[in-house]
């Protein structure tokens, strides 16, 4: 990710689909993201600059069948 955005993450069985949108209105749409595992996710959010209390959060939500709206910073 090169620019501030949200991931909006959902647990679909045993894998996970994330979205990535930009605050800028001008940004690019991304295309679907599908994490195989947890381990996975947790990699990917990490690498977008997630901190692990955070990580926590949304695995706890997400763990609870909700979606989970993630700040990404570049």
Known sequence: MTEDG???IIKRGNTYQVRYASYNPQGMDRPLYQCPDESTLVALLHHCGMDSWYI???GAELQK???C???CLS
Do not use: K
């Open 6 to 8: 949200i991931l909006g």
């Open 56 to 58: 926590h959060q949304a």
């Open 69 to 71: 709206p993630a700040h």
């Open 65 to 67: 069948g909700g979606c």
